[in-house]
């Protein structure tokens, strides 16, 4: 778990193979579906497990998620666009065309038990990560492997491509080490420059991950950037 006086790591990943293509659902919330602390959508900064959707084979295939099996749903409420990330369940018990999830999620995102979305696959979701795993990555740098089972994906690898911590300053890949310096920037990460050969002088990280129990709250790594490296 992560220390009372510091908030777990956020690991955010991207699946490069998600296109955003939609598909346009009736979803319903059941009982039954498990919902915990871990999963709520209030608390998304600390989410540790994705919440469930069940759905149908049919859509499972449509949206082509074989290889991850994370869904996004996305809700209109109140006029602005909400989107809830879903670890997906195939069952023969869900009607095509429609998305099972928890009654009390669904309460929560819409205030009713029953309403309509987008599906698509995931293009990006984030997930925190306690001492226990953090402690585990410390070492790695920008460019390096982890095993995807840490964050619930078995059987993928995911590539470690930058981070931020708590104050928003950056992992840099040329950077070595956990430390914070200030270097003279003419691009990304840390600066994005709006005029041709500009530079300027802002704060970065190193490329190395840290180890939590060696970082202050208030500068600690808060998250890591990571894609599916798929095989090929």
């Known amino acids: 778990m992560a220390s009372r006086e510091r908030p777990p790591l956020r690991i955010v990943i991207s699946d490069p193979k998600a296109k955003g293509e939609a598909v346009k659902v009736k979803v319903r919330g059941v009982p039954g579906i498990p919902y915990s602390d871990s999963m709520r ?40 666009k909400v989107k809830v990330p879903f670890k997906v369940e195939v069952s023969d018990d869900v009607p095509e065309g429609e998305v099972l999830v928890s009654d009390a999620l669904l309460l929560e995102v819409i205030g009713s038990t029953e309403g309509e979305a987008e599906a698509f696959r995931a293009q990006s979701w984030q997930i925190a990560v306690g001492d226990d795993v953090a402690i585990r990555l410390a070492g790695l740098e920008i460019g390096d492997y982890i095993d995807g089972s840490l964050v619930g994906l078995k059987g993928l690898r995911l590539k470690i491509t930058g981070g931020s911590d708590a104050t928003g300053t950056p992992m840099h890949p040329g950077v070595p080490g956990t430390g914070r310096w200030e270097l003279l920037l003419s691009g990304p990460p840390g600066f994005r420059p709006r005029r041709k050969g500009e530079r300027q002088r802002k704060g970065v990280r190193g490329r190395m991950i840290p180890d939590p129990r060696a970082e202050r709250r208030k500068t600690g790594l808060a998250q890591l950037n990571v894609v599916i490296a798929y095989e090929g």
Request: no cysteine; hydrophobic share 40%.
């Open 41 to 80: 959508k209030s608390k998304e900064q600390e989410r540790m497990e994705l919440p469930i959707a069940r759905v149908s084979r049919g859509l499972f295939e449509k949206l082509k998620l074989g290889e991850v099996g994370v869904m996004t749903l996305r809700f209109i409420v109140g006029g602005k």
